[in-house]
């Protein structure tokens, strides 16, 4: 660390500054005593002249902290970090996880159906890590026939579990046992686990079996081009009180730097998901996923609560580029008591809320300004920790019905986004809260040959650039001149220009690479390349072990 300029800030006179990298991003805190003021920060790359602006870091004035984070990095590259805050600065160097990750011990599991759980008690090392796997030109199923609660359970450091079909686990398919750090899950398929769902008003008393499941503490986790679908049981819907029942990955508060990507979580409605990606505890300072973590890259349908759920701290918690279909809530973030939590470039398909009613849920989920938590004996309000959500596509039709669930938002910064809602778009106050600062979205009109087909260019992929001119009803009666004569009419639908092309606002970090003459809003910029989802949306995505005939 490299403090330039002298004391500042108060005490301590120098201010402790730590970075926390995942692969593409880095949480940033700043820690230092006197008033609030703007922190700003720049960035570059090793080998780079030119400095590049982030946001500002936020200032929490419970903590005395300022944090934030870095976003769209490169894996395994070293990036210098300064910070100015009231007239003086401090620069950091960091370097963002390498994707490589050494293996030292293999355990390759014997080829055909084994019917018993293995379980994982050796740690490797960060120098060499521990990987089970399948033999090379191999397959290997763990079908434990509801015989047993797991199909893999982890209790060890530093191991890798590798191109596995996991099959019938009472409970959870992999459990990660209380604070094990550093496990990846990768290129595994995971179907039929845990006992059948339902409402507790039926008597089901227990739910949340999960095709990944993690106990509290564990973390360092990465989770990533996995095939989840199809549980055994199946989530109620609302008809019958708040879902229960499966999720494809739990995590209880986590110790954080998780990464959970490019997956596919998938299902039939009869066998729905309660959450995609959740856990708990929802209402604390601790939570899923934990801080410094990423969720991206995710193709997540089927569920009939939240597809993401992410709640608790939210501290430097960031989830992005992700495709979501089949659900109430997109992403749900009640509470964030720390954050800031980063929500952006996602896709938000169709939502509903029982088979019956396709009436639709919420995009974002908060708790509201007055929720509080118990503290030491002492009620704290909880969420009221920052909030972005930048460049995020609402479809229609048949989506949410509103932008944010009715218990109130405050704190949370919204620019450049399509939320075209049939219901409530924003909160016309934060009730008390931290204010609210909505700009450069667009929720509503443009419906004339409806929103999806008219706002888009057509394709046959989860793509959705913008089109370039959109059908519009101009309102009122309109002179047109036709076969020589004056004709009226009312109301008639015309062709504009599309009112999203190069209408964002600037976001350092997030929109640096536009195209055009200002960035477009939601998720998908005209001019740059798609965005691309689940397991095939890797980078050197190959099949896995399972896949081959």
Known sequence: MLWIGGPALGAPAVPTVRAAPTFECVGLYLTAGGEAGRCDVRYRAAGDDAWREALPLVYDERDKEYRGSLVGLQPDTAYAVRFECGGQAVELETRTRSESIPVGKVTLLPAGELDRPVRITE???????????????????????????HCVEIAADHVIVRGLELKNAAADAVRIRRGVREVVVEDCHIVRWGAVGGARVWGVLHGSDSAIYAEPGAGGLILQRNLIEHPRGGANDWESG???????????????????????????????????????????????????????????????????????????????????????????????????????????????????????????????????????????????????????????????????????????????????????????????????????????????????????????????????????????????ERSGRTIRITDPLVEIPNPAIDRGACLPGFNDDFAGEAPDLGAFENGRPPLRFGREAAPGYRTAPWEAE
Not at 126 to 138: E, K, Q, R, Y
């Open 242 to 480: 708040h879902p229960d029942g499966p999720q494809a990955i739990t995590l209880i508060d986590s110790s954080g730097g998780n990464v959970i990507r490019y997956n596919t979580i998938r299902s039939t409605e009869e066998h729905g998901f309660n959450d995609g990606i959740g856990g708990g505890s929802n209402f604390s300072f601790a939570g899923s996923p934990g801080r410094d973590s990423d969720i991206h890259g995710n193709l997540i349908a089927n569920c009939w609560d939240d597809a993401i759920e992410s709640e608790g701290a939210n501290m430097n918690v960031r989830i992005w580029g992700n495709y979501i279909d089949q659900t109430f809530t997109f992403v749900a973030t009640a509470v964030t008591s720390k954050g800031p939590l980063y929500v952006y470039r996602n896709v938000f398909g169709r939502s509903r809320i029982t088979h019956q009613d396709s009436s639709g849920g919420t995009i974002f989920k908060t708790a509201g300004v007055r929720r509080t938590l118990s503290v030491d004996g002492e009620d704290v309000y909880c969420d009221r920790g920052r909030r972005y959500f930048f460049h995020n596509t609402a479809l229609q039709p048949n989506g949410a019905l509103d932008v944010f669930s009715g218990h109130g938002v405050c704190n949370a910064v919204v620019r450049n986004n399509l939320l075209r809602v049939r219901g409530n778009a924003f909160p016309a106050s934060s009730d008390g809260g931290p204010a609210n600062d909505f700009r450069n979205n667009l929720t509503g009109g443009y419906l004339g040959g409806g929103f999806v087909r008219g706002m888009f260019v057509p394709s046959e992929r989860l793509e959705w650039f913008l089109a370039p001119r959109v059908p519009s009803i101009e309102w009122g009666r309109v002179d047109f």
């Open 123 to 149: 740690s490797g090392t960060p120098d060499g890590w521990h990987l089970v796997t399948v033999a090379s030109g191999g397959r290997t199923v763990i079908d434990v026939f509801n015989l047993h609660d």
